[in-house]
Each structure stands twice: as C-alpha cells, then as structure tokens.
C-alpha cells in the first residue's frame, strides 16, 4: 500500500467552465474539496480559513439581517453563515453557471426562503441592485487570484455604498509572498474608502480583511 495516497485527495469529478477553467472535485476523509485553475476553492484548508474569520469577528451587530456574498464556490461562507446565523437573509450571486450546478450536485447548497442565488456578474451586481447589507463577502477569484476589477476604487466605492449603517466586509483578498507590495498597495487603496479596517486572517495565498462602514 502506497501509505502517502492516504493523505492525498483522489479526484472524483471534473468540468470544463468558461469562466473558471479546469475545475475538479477531490475527496480527501470523506470531505469535498474543489479546485478551480489548480486552486482550492472549497473544502479543505479554505473551510477553516472562513471558520477562523467569523470567530475573529464574533457575533454581528445584526444576525437577523441582509448578507451579500460574492463567488459562490461550492458554498463553503453560506454554509458557515446559515450554521451561525439562520435568521439571516443571504443574497449570492456568482457568475459561472457551472459553480452553481457544482454546489448544488456535490454540497446540496441550493436556494430557498432566506438564500437566493443569482447567476450574475459581482461587478455589475450593485448597479442592478439598490439593497443595502448589513454584511458583504467578497470570495471571487480566477485560479488564486482576485480578478484585476474588483481591487479597484471603483468597487469599493460602490460596496460602500451599498453597506447599511454598522456594515461590515469581509474581502478575501488574494496574496503572493513574492509580491507583498501588492497587498499593501489594495490595502491603501482600501483605506482610502474604509477608515475603519484591519487584516484578520493571514493564510498562504490569502488576506482576509474586515471593513467597516
């Protein structure tokens, strides 16, 4: 018996996206983990990473209220958040339609009275929508990285305005040790919109950061 097999995770699915590329399914102790672009995405280390991020910041000033998550993934942050917070309503919305069949198949993540999932483009989201949240979630990303236009003034400007009073975000930003300039730069840029923020969580190729309004 190869003894090294039993602490690697066998592969159990793949599908072709347009937006996201490769993705695969692996089992590793009869959990699911998925892989977009050779990057985890749900499951495995990237499930403790958003258990640790809500028990840093404890209990929300409003657990009854309106959430927006942005990237679906296999639904590891909703989850999470019915687990913590069931009176709360969630808004997700995610792009590629192959993730949402994903999460759906494999995690039994599907919509219903207090979730909604939109097929739609984050990006364009708040244009569309005039809702206010009391919690945003940024989890988007192509491969390990955020896409270029959700680290821009721009998108933070329009999250912000779209925060209720006492909101908080969540923004799981991307991160490359070779390049930490980079993470400091957003951080700035970050700080330009949000007076209030800190990281919260530092794990190989992410930064969790918390804003709030």
């Known amino acids: 018996m190869d003894i090294l097999k039993l602490f690697l995770p066998k592969k159990t699915a793949s599908f072709s996206s347009e937006v996201n590329g490769n993705i695969s399914i692996a089992e590793l102790h009869g959990k699911k983990i998925v892989y977009a672009g050779g990057a ?11 258990k640790k991020a809500f028990n840093k910041i404890g209990k929300l000033p409003h657990p009854k209220g ?15 958040l019915q687990k913590r917070y069931p009176e709360m309503k969630i808004d997700c919305v995610e792009l590629d339609p192959v993730m949402i069949e994903i999460a759906g198949k494999f995690f039994n993540l599907k919509a219903n009275g207090k979730l909604k999932i939109y097929r739609a483009d984050a990006y364009d989201w708040f244009s569309k929508s005039g809702r206010k949240y009391d919690l945003i979630i940024v989890d988007l990303f192509i491969g390990f990285l955020n896409p270029e236009r959700f680290r821009q003034i721009k998108f933070l400007k329009k999250m912000k305005e779209h925060l209720a009073g006492g909101g908080l975000v969540l923004y799981n930003s991307h991160y490359r040790k070779k390049n930490a300039g980079e993470f400091q730069k957003f951080l700035d840029l ?19 950061i918390i804003m709030v309004k």
């Not at 985890?40 to 958003?50: C, V």
């Not at 309106?66 to 999470?80: A, E, K, Q």
């Not at 970050?190 to 969790?208: G, H, P, Q, V, W």
Request: with cysteine.
């Open 40 to 50: 985890e995405q749900t499951g495995g280390t990237i499930t403790g990473m958003w």
């Open 66 to 80: 309106n959430c927006l998550v942005l990237g679906l993934g296999g639904g590891d942050v909703i989850r999470l």
């Open 190 to 208: 970050c700080r330009c919109i949000f007076t209030d923020m800190d990281t919260i969580i530092e794990y190989r190729f992410s930064r969790i």
